[in-house]
């Protein structure tokens, strides 16, 4: 009998919009698109490319030249339709927070989730991993997380848990038992050796 290995299951970056209410959508594009100038050559160039193709504002030929609010509100359909643009959004979005960036790694590290370094390539990542572990949904780790960091009053809860989605890789598609991720990691990782 030939043992069938699992493999992990992915969801697009696009997927993270299941887990966003649509006034925050709009916050973090209108956060990535209003900070161009803490943003890298590289990150403003990739995303002004894909809002010239795929972004329509009445008005405007080019979307980039219109006001924040408008081209923001019109990136959303771009935001939750294609992976790419959504992996870049999420990207810059994560490096306008280089603070909170530290502070959830540190703090998800802590509780024992295995992350990637915070600068890791993760467009070489098909997307989000689907498996959660259910002792840490956001209920109980945005409140923790706000005891281990009380300094930390001007983020959001939505802030909070959209980096530890990005930095951990994760959506919370199906709960699990921590001990499960950490053994399928495990496999997953000893099978690339």
């Known amino acids: 009998m030939v043992e069938k290995k699992k493999q992990a299951q992915f969801l697009p970056w696009s997927a993270i919009n299941a887990f966003m209410l649509p006034d925050f959508q709009l916050e973090v594009l209108s956060d990535v698109l209003g900070h161009y100038e803490l943003l890298t050559s590289e990150q403003r160039s990739s995303l002004n490319q894909m809002i010239k193709k795929g972004v329509k504002v009445n ?88 005891e281990r960091f009380p300094e930390m009053t001007e983020v959001s809860d939505n802030q909070i848990s959209l980096m530890e989605v990005w930095l951990s890789g994760r959506l919370p598609y199906e709960l699990v038992e921590m001990q499960v991720i950490a053994v399928e990691e495990n496999t997953d990782s000893q099978d690339a050796l």
Not at 78 to 92: D, I, P, R, T
Not at 97 to 113: D, M, V
Request: with cysteine.
């Open 59 to 146: 008005g405007f030929r080019n979307a980039i030249q219109a006001p924040l609010m408008i081209r923001a509100r019109g990136s959303v359909e771009l935001f939750e339709k294609n992976a790419h643009f959504a992996y870049l959004v999420l990207s810059s979005w994560c490096s306008l927070y280089p603070a909170l960036r530290e502070a959830i790694h540190q703090f998800l590290t802590e509780r024992g989730w295995l992350l990637l370094p915070h600068d890791t390539d993760r467009s070489v990542i098909p997307g989000f991993l689907t498996q959660w572990p259910k002792e840490d949904e956001f209920e109980v780790l945005t409140p923790a997380f706000r």
